[in-house]
């Protein structure tokens, strides 16, 4: 079994900060790429930012300057550094992980979602 699970997600004011974090767990071989995506009401989820195995970002250009991803392979983790935060910043926020098992299978893992409300 592998799992996904996300943490730091909240309310902040507009201007304000966040850390999301995931860890994956379970008879993992290799983790290639990683992701953020996110889910507004009545929206289609869209890609926020990914990261590759040798830890090269890329990012929606609605959040290029303020969020930064980066990732721990030791500790199965990936980050999103969120900075300037918007409303329309207002999210479900899902880690995403391209995962290949100790049965060499593989496949795309999704976490359970946090929320991330920009509100004053």
Avoid: H
Wanted: glycine share 12%; with cysteine.
């Amino acid at each position: 079994q592998v799992q996904l699970v996300e943490s730091g997600g909240g309310k902040v004011q507009p201007g304000g900060s966040l850390r999301l974090s995931c860890t994956a767990s379970g008879n993992i071989l290799r983790i290639n790429g990683m992701g953020w995506y996110r889910q507004a009401p009545g929206k289609e989820r869209e890609l926020v930012a990914v990261i590759s195995s040798g830890a090269t970002g890329n990012y929606a250009d609605s959040v290029k300057g303020r969020f930064t991803i980066s990732r721990d392979n030791a500790k199965k983790t990936v980050y999103l550094q969120m900075e300037s935060l918007k409303p329309e910043d207002t999210a479900v926020y899902y880690c995403n992980a391209q995962i290949y098992k100790t049965d060499w299978s593989s496949g795309a893992y999704w976490g359970q979602g946090t929320q991330v409300t920009v509100s004053s």
